[in-house]
């Protein structure tokens, strides 16, 4: 709909990081993301917890590839569905620790939390508001954080890269616009975008649920799209997914 818009500003459209997976996803698209449209700003990122059932006697990161590695396919891992974000961060797992994990997929988080809660899947890398309350009273383990730093709704888990160095699953948020929208309105909604997310108020709400605020330049945030389409791309291709 906003690829077909007028350039005038008014249409927008609030996205994630499936606009960088979909043209790896899918045969035909309706758009083409860095053709057609114009990026804002990006609004937020957050990452997954790379999360167990109690029963896998995994307590870190390095225990659990050396489980995968002792008993090739036994491990089980639930995600959310075909080319979301939870999927890929486990294949990207899976390629950098050089494990064979089969993966469940779910017709959304929700379904596959209660698998893992049911101890029917061994892991999942679920978003942090999904799971918090599960880990902090003990029916699921967190081993680490699909992002380069810890969060805030679970400071004490490390993240995977401090295992697996350059490993880094962020999930990103962000606004655009037609494609040829004027320079002008870019900058003014930008600039505006800006000023909210440093506000202390909007920051706080989204520490607590798992999510760093965003902003910076509209360049910045076409670079951050085109550099995750490339590798997303890269990360199906080679765990052979085959596009819709």
Do not use: C
Request: glycine residues 10%; without cysteine; positive net charge.
């Amino acid at each position: 709909m906003v690829a077909k818009s007028a350039p005038d500003g008014y249409t927008l459209v609030l996205t994630q990081t499936s606009l960088a997976i979909n043209p790896s996803m899918f045969k035909k698209l309706p758009y083409d993301a860095l053709r057609d449209l114009a990026p804002i700003a990006e609004i937020a990122t957050t990452g997954s917890v790379l999360t167990l059932h109690p029963s896998v006697p995994a307590k870190t990161v390095t225990a659990l590839i050396a489980l995968a590695k002792a008993k090739p396919g036994h491990l089980v891992i639930g995600s959310a569905g075909l080319g979301t974000q939870p999927h890929l961060s486990a294949e990207l797992f899976k390629i950098m620790a050089g494990v064979d994990m089969p993966q469940v997929l779910y017709k959304g988080s929700g379904p596959a939390v209660i698998s893992l809660l049911a101890g029917e899947i061994s892991l999942q890398f679920p978003n942090p508001p999904t799971v918090v309350a599960y880990i902090k009273v003990g029916r699921l383990r967190a081993l680490g954080v699909t992002t380069s730093t810890r969060i805030q709704a679970l400071p004490e888990v490390p993240p995977i890269a401090e295992t697996l160095p350059g490993y880094e699953a962020a999930q990103f948020f962000g606004i655009l616009a037609r494609a040829g929208t004027p320079r002008p309105i870019i900058g003014r909604l930008n600039q505006e975008i800006n000023r909210a997310l440093g506000t202390p108020e909007l920051k706080e709400r989204m520490s607590a649920d798992g999510l760093t605020a965003g902003g910076g330049t509209p360049d910045e945030f076409a670079a951050r799209i085109k550099a995750e389409t490339e590798k997303w791309a890269q990360v199906i291709k080679t765990s052979g997914i085959k596009p819709e």
